[in-house]
């Protein structure tokens, strides 16, 4: 498994010729996209700067697009999709955080969540959590210190901040870092995992570079 960033919430997820996208810029973003084919596209809210659908379809490879609460299952990968509460951009709306079952890893995607109540739902998620992606910029979505305190109350095995370093935030990686104290922690061009590579991980915090 490859993970990488590409900045807000725009995450690459690729094993085999399996490609997952979560949460994609879109053209009508504001904020720089990229585009590549992949097999799945997840979004958490219904908003240009996660709906970028487009930016992830390339050629004939049309994506399996995830877009609301609920059970999923495409080419042996299990989704669960639970509705969540987001301010971003000052409303309201749903948010749909999803719990994604690869390759025997369970990875936690929060999206622009900004509620931090949400415990019942990941009750239901059927095993623990190996990798938690979790935003922090604020703004809408949760405070840095909000965020951590949320990733270590799930007990991850690995906490990966996403939605921070836009234009107008300086400080939430600071703070989040801060908090996990590991303020000198630099970031990795992409991120490489196995299974057995979690094996005795207990909430260990990795920044992608945003590529």
Same mark, same amino acid.
């Given at each position: 498994?490859?993970? /990488?960033?590409?900045?807000?919430?725009?995450? !690459?997820?690729? #094993?085999?010729?399996?490609?997952?996208?979560?949460?994609?810029?879109?053209?009508?973003? !504001?904020? *720089?996209?990229?585009? @590549?084919?992949?097999?799945?596209?997840? /979004?958490?809210? $219904?908003?240009?700067? #996660? $709906?970028?659908?487009?930016?992830?379809?390339?050629?004939? !490879?049309?994506?399996?697009?995830?877009?609301?609460?609920?059970?999923?299952?495409?080419?042996?990968?299990?989704?669960? =999709? @639970?509705?969540?509460?987001? &301010?971003?951009?000052?409303?309201?709306?749903? $948010? /749909?955080?999803?719990?994604?079952?690869?390759?025997? /890893?369970?990875?936690?995607? +929060? &999206?622009?969540?900004?509620s931090a109540n949400i415990k019942e739902s990941i009750s239901a998620m059927e095993n623990e959590v190996?990798?938690? @992606?979790?935003?922090?910029?604020?703004?809408?979505?949760?405070?840095?210190?909000?965020? %951590?305190?949320?990733?270590?109350?799930?007990?991850?095995?690995?906490?990966?901040?996403?939605? %921070? =370093?836009?234009? &107008?935030? *300086?400080?939430? +990686?600071?703070?989040?870092?801060?908090?996990? =104290?590991?303020?000198?922690?630099?970031?990795?061009?992409?991120?490489?995992?196995? *299974?057995?590579?979690?094996?005795? *991980?207990? =909430?260990?915090?990795?920044?992608?570079?945003? $590529?």
């Amino acid at each position: 498994m490859v993970i /990488t960033f590409h900045g807000l919430e725009f995450v !690459k997820i690729s #094993f085999g010729d399996m490609v997952l996208a979560f949460n994609p810029i879109s053209k009508d973003s !504001k904020h *720089k996209s990229v585009s @590549f084919g992949a097999d799945i596209a997840v /979004t958490t809210l $219904n908003d240009e700067d #996660f $709906n970028g659908i487009q930016a992830v379809t390339r050629g004939e !490879k049309e994506p399996f697009v995830i877009l609301r609460p609920g059970e999923y299952e495409y080419k042996g990968i299990f989704i669960q =999709g @639970f509705s969540g509460k987001s &301010g971003y951009k000052g409303k309201e709306r749903i $948010n /749909t955080f999803y719990n994604v079952v690869l390759e025997e /890893t369970n990875i936690c995607f +929060l &999206g622009a969540i900004s509620s931090a109540n949400i415990k019942e739902s990941i009750s239901a998620m059927e095993n623990e959590v190996d990798i938690l @992606f979790v935003p922090i910029g604020g703004d809408g979505v949760l405070e840095a210190d909000e965020a %951590y305190k949320l990733a270590v109350s799930l007990e991850p095995k690995i906490i990966i901040p996403i939605h %921070y =370093g836009y234009e &107008g935030d *300086k400080n939430s +990686l600071k703070t989040f870092l801060k908090e996990g =104290g590991v303020e000198n922690l630099k970031p990795v061009e992409k991120l490489t995992l196995r *299974k057995k590579d979690l094996i005795g *991980k207990e =909430g260990e915090i990795v920044v992608l570079a945003q $590529n």
